[in-house]
């Protein structure tokens, strides 16, 4: 399939292997840590870590946006779909996601109408045909899908429809990885920095990293070779004592980002004093919600949410491996009391989060596959 | 974390104490609490075991990662037990949560031993004759869609199950929940595939009923069939035949039903050729068992896709399982389409396509004997049976890499990102 195959092929992956492989100091080990949720999914998909010698590692960073809401936001969701004539719409991973009293899928079962969309236009089009019901999309995500959801407010607003509103969740990256550095136990050499984030804030927003770190960041594509080689770049930085911002990802990412996007994001939304994230605890500045201007699209101001918190179990370890400094195995509740079924944590619950990969594709130690794939 | 200098406090906050602050403390799960309890007892009753055997002395080169996974696996073969309190979307869709419906919930009301196979069909002795006797029942939306209708899939489903399991189909019934309302032109053109595909798979539909039910209590139309045929072939089909060195075949590429409904329910804006794959497979599965002595178990890949198949045979042999993600046929709009939505081809439906475990030795002549059937010209070896490591799927990928291939807990579902 052509603009896809040749980001797979894997005489390329080998090429590159070998050429990482070859800038590893002898008996230093490296912590390198994928920020984004896209690209665990695509070094599981892909079996990508079989390329990487032992003294690399891989941590799973923070950027699965539906990991990281927390079960008391989860609640809220529910009880607001459940406010009557209300037609909740939600992305399709979310619809798994456990509040303290089961998920969307459950709140289904149970009678409240919530329906799975593919993009918030779609909210707009259930709007638009049900007049008599109010409906709410369930927004979520990064700065990649905030300018959807604020394009979205602004069609709503100039087609003057009053039965839309978003319950707005959208979290921004750039404060999430400042905390994880400036986490007293943090082992990390560099970072893959979020692709499709990046379309929209685009390079700049990173430079602190380099600066104040002294950690390489290189943007990266989602293919696995895209992967690849932003781990090559890093290498290369880290064996030439560099700490720079790069960006592999240039045939999509911008510089600069995208100021049209950004303006609609700014326009719609602006940050939160705080917000939680599982996992992580409180971050302040690292969420965004609907402007005064755009009230009457804010399911927040409209509808009253119970915003009940509920603490993170405390046998979960997600913080740890969130930060790298447990391997998702080493949590003790890892694939017993939590697992994809029944997640516990933040890592577990979508496939893209760290434990939710690391026990779909990633549960048997590198020997052990060798040994058991060997021809 | 950082807190920084919040302005607004949360609207509600149960244990509060910071002033101004985020809140702090809060209730916890129940579900949780429960999960936990269940943990601590299962590690408590390992621990004490242990004990009873004497600390184990760690095998050389053993790691702790290993003892983790072996607790794993220990967790996943707990008897399985319905959490939720009610029935999701998830129960229906063929994966975990599925199984987990049918191990707790009928297998342990019904159980006997024809039924505790499990497999596709019940093979029962009648009078000295081996029968096989299958059901199932056919809630499909849309009704009509690219390559069929649910007509022609509550025959070639019902028909499929009984050829999987050695048997020669005979004789169907239909049962038909019908929403009041509904067209009877749309059922007419229904019935007219059913005795089409009947009539394509050479067996006769000889019993039926019908019920009505008030506008909004169905969709449209719902059929279940069920069949018997007779097993003539010596010998049991079954996934737990499945032994290291068998080779594991597919009869053409996957995943045409599931996009195919996928695309025809219109709430994507995509558009692709492709339709869906329904067909019987009892002739398929004729010539190939009379070509080849090797067979030991055949499947047909319909909810949660091959891969839930080939998750069937490794924990019903407790055997190993590797295929390789180039050999497996998928049609390049099957591939886009899956692609754009962020599903995997290996979970996708199938209506019309068979799992073969054989023989490694007669794995070519298998291969011949499929590919000489119209029904599998596409055929192809997919993977084979490895002793290590039991109960685990493996896939190759076609980047060159390694990966497992477990089942999904409920339908797959599209990723935000």
Redesign the interface.
């Known amino acids: ?1 052509r603009f ?1 195959d040749e980001f ?1 092929a ?1 005489d390329k ?2 090429a590159l292997a070998a050429k990482i492989a070859a800038l590893c100091e002898p008996g230093r080990q490296y912590k390198l840590m994928e920020v ?3 690209h665990t ?1 695509t070094i ?8 990487l010698p032992e003294q690399i590692t891989l941590v799973h960073g923070p950027g699965c ?2 990991c990281v809401i927390p ?2 936001r989860m609640d809220d969701a529910i009880a607001l779909a459940a406010e009557p004539d209300v037609i909740m719409t939600s ?3 979310m ?2 996601v ?5 998920s969307f ?2 709140a ?3 009678g409240t109408d919530i329906r ?1 969309v ?1 993009s918030p236009l ?1 909210s707009l089009k259930i709007a638009r045909k049900n007049p008599g019901k109010r409906v709410i999309f369930m927004a ?3 700065e ?2 905030a300018p959807s959801t604020a394009m979205t407010m602004l069609r709503a607003a100039a087609e003057g429809l009053s039965n839309f509103s978003i319950f707005c969740n959208h979290v921004t990256i750039i ?1 999430a990885i ?2 994880i550095l ?1 986490s007293p136990d943090l082992r990390l050499d560099g970072f893959i920095g979020p692709g ?1 984030v990046s379309t929209v804030i685009g390079c700049r927003p990173y430079e602190f990293i380099a600066r104040d770190y002294g950690r390489p960041v290189v943007v990266a594509g989602f293919e ?1 070779l895209d992967i690849l080689q932003s781990i090559y770049m890093l290498m290369q930085q880290l064996s030439e004592g560099r700490a720079e911002i790069e960006n592999q990802y240039s045939r999509v990412v911008p510089w600069d980002g995208n100021v049209v996007a950004l303006r609609a994001i700014g326009e719609t939304m602006e940050l ?3 917000f ?1 994230w599982r996992g ?6 690292s969420a965004l919600k609907v402007r005064e201007k755009y009230a009457q699209f804010d399911a927040e101001r409209l509808f009253s ?7 993170d ?1 405390k ?1 979960c370890q997600c913080g740890e491996v969130l930060k790298g400094v447990l391997k998702p ?2 949590c003790k ?10 997640p ?1 944590g933040t890592c577990m619950v ?3 989060g760290a434990c939710a990969a690391y ?7 590198r020997t ?2 060798k ?3 060997r021809s | 974390m950082t807190t920084g200098h919040p302005s607004q406090p949360a609207t509600q906050d149960p244990g509060g104490q910071s002033a101004g602050g985020p809140p702090a403390g809060g209730r916890s799960a129940g579900w949780v609490a429960a999960a936990l309890r269940d943990h601590d007892e299962q590690t408590g009753r390992e621990e004490a075991r242990q004990e009873r055997q004497g600390s184990p002395q760690p095998r050389p080169g053993t790691v702790r990662e290993e003892l983790v996974l072996d607790r794993i696996d220990r967790a996943r073969r707990a008897r399985p037990r319905v959490k939720e309190e009610r029935i999701t979307m998830s129960h229906g869709a063929g994966g975990k949560a599925t199984q987990t419906l049918i191990e707790a919930i009928f297998l342990d009301a019904f159980r006997n031993p024809l039924l505790e196979p499990l497999e596709d069909a019940a093979r029962i002795h009648v009078n000295g004759a081996r029968v096989a006797l299958t059901t199932d029942s056919y809630v499909v939306s849309p009704l009509f869609f690219p390559g069929g209708d649910i007509g022609d899939l509550a025959v070639n489903g019902t028909v499929n199950d009984l050829a999987v399991s050695g048997a020669v189909p005979l004789y169907l019934s239909a049962g038909f929940i019908l929403e009041e309302g509904f067209p009877v032109a749309d059922l007419s053109r229904i019935v007219a595939s059913m005795q089409a595909a009947a009539q394509r798979a050479g067996v006769q539909i000889v019993t039926g009923d019908t019920k009505v039910v008030e506008r909004g209590k169905a969709d449209g139309c719902y059929i279940n069939t069920a069949g018997i045929g007779v097993i003539e072939r010596e010998g049991t089909l079954g996934v737990a035949q499945a032994r290291p060195g068998d080779a594991i075949l597919v009869s053409g590429p996957i995943g045409d039903h599931g996009v195919t409904i996928m695309l025809a329910r219109g709430e994507l804006d995509l558009e692709a050729d492709v339709i869906s794959d329904t067909a019987p497979l009892n002739g398929l599965i004729c010539s190939l068992l009379s070509k080849t002595t090797g067979v030991r178990a055949l499947r047909d890949a319909t909810r949660g896709g091959v891969a839930t198949i080939l998750n069937e045979i490794a924990t019903a042999a407790d055997v190993g399982v590797l295929v390789t993600e180039d050999e497996i046929p998928v049609r390049l709009e099957v591939r886009g389409a899956s692609e754009l939505l962020g599903i995997d081809p290996m979970y996708v439906a199938c209506e019309g396509r068979v799992v073969v475990v054989v023989d490694g030795d007669q794995a070519d002549q298998a291969l011949a004997a499929m590919r000489a059937h119209p029904q599998g010209e596409q055929a192809a070896i997919i993977g084979r049976v490895t002793a290590e490591p039991p109960g685990i799927v493996q896939l190759k990928t076609a980047f060159g890499g390694t990966r497992i291939v477990d089942l999904l807990v409920g339908d797959p579902l599209p990723r935000i990102c």
């Open positions: 399939m896809v797979r894997a992956a080998h984004c949720g896209g999914h599981y998909k892909h079996g990508l870590e079989d390329y946006p539906v079960m008391g992305f399709g991973d619809m798994r456990p509040g303290s009293h089961g899928f459950d289904k079962a149970r799975m593919y779609d979520i995500g990064f990649t899908t404060p400042k905390a400036d499709h696995p939160r004093p705080y939680e992580l605890g409180f971050i302040s500045h949410v119970p915003g009940v918190r509920v603490a179990p046998a195995w080493e509740v890892f694939g017993t009391a939590c697992t994809p079924e029944t516990i979508s496939p893209e026990y779909n594709y990633g549960r048997l130690t052990r596959v040994e058991a794939t």
